[in-house]
Each structure stands twice: as structure tokens, then as C-alpha cells.
């Protein structure tokens, strides 16, 4: 798929933002602060109905014009030349998003219309970050592509709340024990273990793609296990959904002792291996970077195969922080197949980028404009 057209107003420092863009690389050039990652973060959240930098929505509206809504449009090609318009206005309090100028009620409908992966220099981190890192970059993935995933998941994350709200009322004495940690414990292992088993089906996947990936990008010499790692044991005769039950049953004491759900999809992690050692603990940082590299790239490949079509690549900033061998492989995945859109501050960088087709804007104080 393919973005054509863009329209951003009122969102962070962009207002009446218009622009055309090529069908494969466009490279945005811009000094520190100009808004090159805000027009990211709009196309972003526009895919997948988030940002990925920030869960408030009031720092998404331009601060000098808080009273007026931000709005995101695109017009959107995808395969056999089936356009699309596609569009968001953000309130405070309210999102209304419209396909072909008609309002879509619910986001799981919105969501998957614009794929996106988004590759920032906080990705680079995915490995030696936290497990939630992890474990949103299968999430994020996997809502595109699957809304009745999204849903379940953000179920699972409520019950999981009033989950250990219970536990902490229990830890501090405000409630005795009834019955009530049963049914939430039962609801927390039905929809736990389908999110664990969406998220098993997904690495299955995943891991052969970066197994694949990792090798090109390192002539062959490394190779790359990617594992889903439970956070709680599974006996070989058991299920997971069992095995969850069980697990928590055994431990609610030192959950109400702790006043937390001690474990559950919430815990859950991928475990990265090089040549058989943990890439976490004893991959160098370059090895790290190639792992998040091979994991991102096994993301589109991944979104293709789900959807039928390349998702929309936004690469924020990530070209400085990759060295030229690396930035040489990215680009020849890229190729014509993925339309991409690139940030950067170096001019020099932008000009080395090696593709057929690309296109180059420039962005100031928030304004953008085509060639340099
Ligand atoms: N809600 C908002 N309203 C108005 N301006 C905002 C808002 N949020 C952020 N900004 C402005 O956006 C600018 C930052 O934009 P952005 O993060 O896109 O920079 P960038 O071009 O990616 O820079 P860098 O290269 O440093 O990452 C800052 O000048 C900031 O003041």
C-alpha cells in the first residue's frame, strides 16, 4: 500500500500540512525539532490508532490552538489500484475516524486499513530493553492485522486491573476473601491464553523470517532463535490455559501479599538467542541492532503475508545510527516494494541513499516543502 497524499493540521507544530508523495522513497530532511517525527507520529497513530510516543492525546493537538481538533487525511493506494481516503480528527475527549468520508464506530474497523511498521532509535533498543518493549512489538503488530486480537488483548489488560485492585484491597484489608478473585481469575485465564496463543502462532512465524533475515544481514554467520518465553512453567502434558489456572491458584497468596498479578501474558517475553547465547546478556551492541534490524524487517514481511501487502515503512531517524553495511542491506530490502518514509538531519546521508525512485522534502518550523 501506498500513501499518495497526506493532509496534517493542528497536530503538534504541523498545521495545513499538504503534501504529494512518491510512490517508493521519500526522504525527509529537517533540523533538530522541525517536526520530522511529528509527521511520522501522525501517520503512525492514523495505522494503528496510537502513538508511540505518548498515551495522551492532549499533546498531540497544537498547543497554541487547543480549542480546534487535529486532523490526519490520507489517500491511500493499495493493490489493483483501489483508492482509499482515510481520516482521523483528534479532540481531547473524542476520536472520529472516517473511511471515504464515513464515520467508522469503533477503531478495530479502522485499524488495519493503513498498515504501518515504524522504525525508530528506540527500536534499536528492543533487545537489550525491557520485556514490554518486546511485547508491544508483537502486540502492535499483530492488532494491525487481526482487530478481534486488539480487542481481546485490551480486555485481558482491563480485567488485569481490577484484577489487582482486588489484590491490593485484599493485601490491605479493605475486602475479605470471597469469591470474587475466582472470577477474575477465571476471566484473566480465558482471554489470557488466547492472547498467549495468538502470540505463540505469530512468533512461529516471526522466527523463521528473522532466522532468514539475521543471516542475510550477516553473511551467513550468525544465527538468530526468537522464542516466546511464558512467565509461568507448562508441564508436558498440560495446556497453556492449565497451566496459567494452575499457576495462579498456586501463587495467590504471595499475590495478595505483593498486591499484583504475579504472572500472565503481562509477563510474558521474547527470548533472543545468537549461536545459541542469549543476544540480551552476551550480544555485542552491534549484534543487538542487527537482531532489532532482522525483527523489524521480519515485521513487514510478516504484515505482508498476513494482509497481502507491504506495509508502510517509517524510518525515523534510524539511517545515522546504522552503519553503512547495514544501511546498504535495509535499502536493497526496500528496494521498490515497501514505500518508505525517511527522516533525517544529514543531508550527506540522505544523498547516499541508494534507490530508484526517491523523492526529497524539506521541513521547517513545522512547514514542509518538496526538494532541498
Ligand atoms: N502539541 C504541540 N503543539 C505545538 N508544537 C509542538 C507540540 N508538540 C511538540 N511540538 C513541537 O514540535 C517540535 C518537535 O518536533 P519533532 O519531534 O518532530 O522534531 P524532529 O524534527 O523529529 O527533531 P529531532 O531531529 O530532534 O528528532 C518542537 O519544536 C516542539 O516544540
Known amino acids: ?92 475527549e473524542e476520536r472520529v475516524y472516517k473511511i471515504n468520508d464515513d464515520e467508522v464506530e469503533r477503531l478495530e474497523h479502522f485499524t488495519g486499513k493503513l498498515n504501518v511498521v515504524l522504525f525508530s532509535p528506540e527500536d534499536l533498543k528492543l533487545v537489550k530493553g525491557s520485556p514490554s518493549q518486546r511485547r508491544d512489538f508483537i502486540d502492535v503488530e499483530v492488532s494491525q492485522v487481526n482487530s478481534s486480537y486488539y480487542r481481546r488483548l485490551k480486555r485481558y489488560e482491563k480485567i488485569l486491573r481490577q484484577r489487582n485492585d482486588l489484590l491490593k484491597d485484599l493485601r490491605a484489608g479493605r475486602r475479605e476473601k470471597d469469591e470474587l478473585i475466582t472470577v477474575f481469575t477465571e476471566q484473566l ?33 550468525e544465527n538468530l532463535r526468537v522464542n516466546y518465553e511464558l512467565s509461568f512453567p507448562v508441564d508436558d502434558d498440560e495446556s497453556v490455559k492449565d ?11 504471595k499475590e495478595i501479599e505483593r498486591g499484583y498479578t504475579l504472572c500472565g501474558p503481562h509477563r510474558d517475553d521474547l527470548k533472543l538467542e545468537l549461536n545459541g ?52 542491506l535495509l535499502m536493497e530490502f526496500i528496494g521498490s516494494r515497501v514505500q518508505t518514509f525517511l527522516t533525517t538531519t544529514d543531508r550527506v546521508l540522505a544523498e547516499e541513499v541508494t534507490a530508484d525512485e526517491k523523492h526529497f522534502y524539506k521541513i521547517e518550523q513545522g512547514v514542509i516543502s518538496q526538494g532541498w
Open 1 to 92: 500500500m501506498r500513501i499518495t497524499r497526506l493532509f496534517v493540521d493542528n497536530f503538534r507544530n504541523l498545521s495545513s500540512v499538504l503534501v504529494d508523495f512518491n510512490k517508493d522513497i521519500n526522504i525527509i530532511l529537517g533540523a533538530n525539532g522541525q517536526g520530522k517525527t511529528n509527521l511520522l507520529e501522525a501517520i503512525y497513530y492514523l495505522g494503528t490508532g496510537r502513538s508511540h510516543r505518548t498515551s495522551r492525546v492532549k499533546e498531540l493537538i497544537n498547543k497554541e490552538s487547543e480549542e480546534n481538533p487535529a486532523v490526519v487525511q490520507v489517500k491511500l493506494k493499495r493493490s489493483e489500484n483501489i483508492e482509499d481516503k482515510l481520516s482521523l480528527r483528534l479532540e481531547a
Open 189 to 221: 485465564v480465558e482471554l489470557g491464553s488466547e492472547v498467549v496463543a495468538k502470540r505463540q502462532e505469530v512468533v512461529e512465524k516471526l522466527k523463521i523470517l528473522a532466522r532468514l533475515h539475521q543471516r542475510k544481514l550477516t553473511d551467513n554467520e
Open 243 to 253: 497451566a496459567f489456572k494452575r499457576e495462579l491458584n498456586e501463587k495467590i497468596n
Open 277 to 328: 547465547e542469549d543476544v540480551r546478556k552476551y550480544g555485542s551492541q552491534g549484534q543487538q541492532r542487527t537482531v532489532a534490524l532482522a525483527l523489524k524487517l521480519s515485521e513487514l514481511e510478516f504484515m505482508k503475508s498476513e494482509s497481502g501487502e507491504y506495509p508502510v515503512l517509517l524510518l525515523d531517524d534510524v539511517f545515522s545510527e546504522l552503519d553503512s553495511r547495514r544501511r546498504e
